[in-house]
């Protein structure tokens, strides 16, 4: 099993020194979320499932590709990765270009996680259409494959038109992974059939379940990495029922308060590696 690291749930004063934590005790990658911008009217920003907003306009955010290649140079060996990136809301080659950055600054470390999206508001100020997010994000992950790997791309499609281009430098990895994050039925469907592996919401051994299934009848043959946010391990003996499932990564967040952080990877590292 790889253990991921969710720097999103600390405060941003403190991702250095947990991300060069993580990489000195043998945590396999780090994470960050990412919003674009936040609007001030909330009417938008209902979380799905509840009734209560899902930002906070005074949210500090970050360009989480390029903060990543900021701990790049902080660390040796930890992967980098998004948990989620919405691509679509910007051109693919603005977000090809950024992760492939990333690969390269980190030696190839770069893992690509994207999402569409469940904030209407953030694409209503970016000018772009809420409702084909999904199929955008789709012929984007298209798109990015292509830029990534064939010297010359023309692109004529449905929401992304473009002439003959190059795209230098390829990523370090020969197939940077791009993986796919939501529940939907939509979701489930762009990461069976369109990229490298899933990313589930936080969830317990039982609660993963259902979503597993529905990928697993999904799925083909091709290699594809299941990614899970755990928060809540009852201890080591745990993670042979994860692995039984097919997970084989795992995103823990063994700290409640921000200033524990360092000390409580610490103590998982020692009880779980």
């Not at 936040?38 to 930002?55: Q, R, V, W």
């Not at 999904?134 to 002439?163: C, K, M, N």
């Not at 990229?195 to 379940?209: A, E, F, K, Y």
Request: glycine share 8%.
């Amino acid at each position: 099993m790889r253990f991921g690291v969710p720097l999103g749930l600390i405060h941003p004063d403190a991702w250095r020194d947990v991300a060069v934590a993580a990489d000195e005790l043998g945590f396999e990658s780090v994470w960050l979320p990412e919003h674009l911008v936040f609007a001030t009217d909330l009417s938008l920003a209902t979380y799905p499932g509840t009734d209560k907003p899902g930002i906070s306009p005074a949210t500090p955010l970050f360009d989480a590709p390029a903060y990543l290649c900021w701990l790049a140079g902080l660390t040796s060996r930890v992967r980098l990765g998004t948990a989620v990136h919405l691509y679509a809301l910007r051109h693919p080659f603005v977000s090809a270009r950024a992760f492939a950055t990333l690969d390269r600054v980190s030696g190839g470390r770069a893992i690509c996680g994207v999402g569409a999206g469940w904030y209407e508001g953030e694409w209503l100020a970016a000018g772009v259409d809420f409702a084909t997010r999904g199929p955008r994000l789709d012929e984007a992950i298209q798109v990015t494959r292509r830029l990534w790997s064939e010297p010359v791309v023309a692109h004529a499609g449905r929401f992304y038109d473009f002439p003959e281009v190059a795209f230098e430098p390829k990523p370090v990895q020969d197939r940077l992974p791009i993986l796919a994050g939501g529940e939907s039925g939509a979701a489930l469907r762009r990461a069976a059939r369109l990229c490298d592996g899933w990313i589930s919401m936080p969830h317990s051994l039982d609660t993963i379940r259902p979503q597993l299934d529905r990928l697993a009848a999904l799925r083909d043959d091709r290699p594809f990495s299941v990614t899970a946010h755990a928060y809540e391990l009852t201890g080591p003996a745990e993670i042979a029922q994860w692995e039984k499932l097919g997970v084989d990564r795992m995103i823990v967040r063994p700290w409640r308060r921000s200033r524990d952080a360092v000390a409580g990877l610490a103590d998982f590292a020692a009880g779980y590696f």
